[in-house]
């Protein structure tokens, strides 16, 4: 008679998430199985935040990256796991321009963004109402910016510690403008796990994700070599500089504060009605 091990089927997970240093930071454990659940394997894909926002729209993987802006368009697939996600302490998405330019000059003008689901472009969108969205791929927005395609770009990922050295001015720096606003974080990118798992698996789920983001800040060199890999040109210090704005204490959980902010900026967003109203938000830890 065959043993109850024996016949018990592993579960296959595919978690999406983006090939950036932050990310690979994140799932180093996970990925290289330093972290374990027993019944599950973990099989990653790694795509865009943009992709990744329009691909959950379909709940195509079990667990994603996705933005914050993305959520209020997938609610009814996806809960919201309480680990994993970037904030932005007084920084984040840049907006840049060739020459120097006043924020109020942004008005009207051609400006790409890396994706109509992304918090940049909600962010963008409750600073400055009237503009021209051109949608390209984040790692293009620089040299559309420079070949003047459009007036200005909005930078996520590692563009927004690059782009000085490059040779473009700031114009504002949206999470710094959101802190002002409010006093908060600014949330940009959780992760979600598809409803359909069950509260069971996504409460395992959300505790390996922890305890992969716990082991990377543990045992940051060894997370940090393996994240360099997917640093995009960036030298090291600066992709040490990069993983520490977006993997911290939000990252291990959102408390009170991360939760009330994601709260304020999708009401923000539906009462400007760029979005839709969200109601309430569903969180899942580890243990709740």
């Not at 800040?217 to 520490?244: I, S, T, W």
């Not at 939760?259 to 009605?273: P, Q, S, W, Y």
Request: with cysteine.
């Amino acid at each position: 008679m065959a043993s109850k091990q024996a016949t018990t089927k592993t579960q296959e997970i595919r978690v999406a998430h983006s090939p950036d240093s932050d990310d690979a930071f994140m799932f180093y454990a996970l990925a290289t199985n330093k972290v374990r659940v027993p019944g599950m394997s973990f099989q990653h894909v790694l795509c865009d935040i943009e992709t990744l926002n329009q691909a959950a729209r379909n709940g195509i993987y079990d667990v994603t990256a996705l933005s914050f802006h993305a959520y209020g368009f997938v609610k009814d697939k996806y809960v919201l796991l309480d680990c994993g996600a970037s904030f932005g302490e007084g920084y984040g998405p840049i907006v840049v321009a060739s020459q120097a330019l006043k924020s109020a000059q942004l008005k009207g003008r051609r400006i790409g963004i890396p994706g109509p689901l992304t918090t940049a472009f909600l962010a963008m969108q409750l600073y400055e109402p009237e503009f021209t969205p051109v949608q390209m791929a984040f790692d293009k927005i620089l040299d559309a910016v420079k070949q003047g395609i459009v007036d200005a770009g909005l930078l996520i990922h590692e563009g927004q510690l690059m782009y000085s050295q490059m040779g473009f001015h700031k114009v504002v720096d949206l999470g710094q403008w959101w802190a002002e606003q409010t006093g908060l974080p600014l949330p940009l990118g959780g992760n979600g796990v598809r409803k359909a798992l069950g509260e069971e698996a996504g409460r395992k789920i959300a505790r390996a994700i922890r305890a992969s983001v716990q082991h990377g800040l543990e045992h940051r060199e060894e997370a940090l070599n393996y994240a360099m890999q997917f640093a995009r040109d960036m030298d090291p210090d600066l992709a040490d500089k990069f993983v520490g704005m977006y993997v911290n204490k939000w990252t291990l959980g959102y408390g009170q504060r991360g939760r009330a902010a994601i709260r304020e900026l999708l009401d923000r967003g539906a009462a400007a009605g760029v979005m839709p109203k969200v109601g309430e938000i569903e969180f899942l830890s580890e243990e709740s």
